[in-house]
């Protein structure tokens, strides 16, 4: 099964440079969200549960967006995976991996992106099987530096890193051999959210698809 949805991942990843973090406040605004994302070429989009609009946001993107690879972002516990299963999410994103999440997404049908911070972290996956992960939190753990110093030792697994990440340092990261892609939220701003700026979005998501390629 891990095998199965790690090439799950492996698609809905590498379809662009970066992945756009969202936090919504209301669910109505969720459906134009996503179209101006895929508009501009980002098709995986992470929804992070952080307020109570998020689980009907994924269900509404998931519904009538069918371009979008929609994912639930900050998944803590095997509770809130099968709730985001059940909403829809084609994958799911966590900040980082305990043995009780982990030993869950085992059962689910539904790509799992779990953070790390260590390579120690990294080895514990690889040893589940394993090949992508989010490094997490990125600027403060390490940034470039720590990632390259990863890749010879650990090449069985490659990365999405996410924190504090910009327009201007993702270039930085996508050099990587051991990175797919990146996570950042500059092009989704709450301001552009609550402005329904879809325009400004969807030309900073194109933008986006373009660095570092």
């Known amino acids: ?34 179209r101006a994302l895929v508009a501009g070429g980002l098709t995986a989009i992470e929804i992070t549960l952080r307020t109570p609009a998020a689980l009907e946001a994924i269900r509404a993107i998931a519904a009538e967006v069918p371009a979008a690879d929609v994912g639930a972002g900050t ?18 994103v966590s900040p980082g991996a305990t043995a009780r999440l982990l030993d869950a997404a085992a059962g ?13 972290e990294a080895m514990a996956l690889i040893e589940r099987g394993y090949r992508f992960a989010k490094f997490f939190p990125a600027e403060p753990a390490g940034g470039v530096p ?44 709450r301001a552009r959210i609550a402005a329904a700026d879809w325009p400004a979005i969807s030309a900073a998501a194109a933008q986006a698809n373009a660095l570092g390629r």
């Open 146 to 189: 720590y990632l390259s110093a990863l890749a010879s030792p650990l090449p069985q697994l490659r990365f999405c890193p996410t924190g504090g990440i910009t327009p201007a340092s993702a270039p930085n990261y996508l050099a990587l051999p051991n990175v797919v892609c990146v996570g950042g939220s500059w092009m989704v701003t």
């Open 1 to 34: 099964m891990i095998e199965f949805l790690q090439a799950s991942l492996d698609t809905i990843l590498n379809r662009a440079p970066v992945v756009p973090v969202v936090v919504i406040d209301d669910a109505a605004q969720a459906v134009p969200l996503a």
């Open 108 to 120: 689910e049908a539904l790509p799992l992106l779990p953070g790390i911070g260590t390579a120690s």
């Open 75 to 92: 998944v803590l516990d095997p509770a809130q995976l099968a709730q985001v299963r059940a909403a829809g999410a084609k994958f799911a």
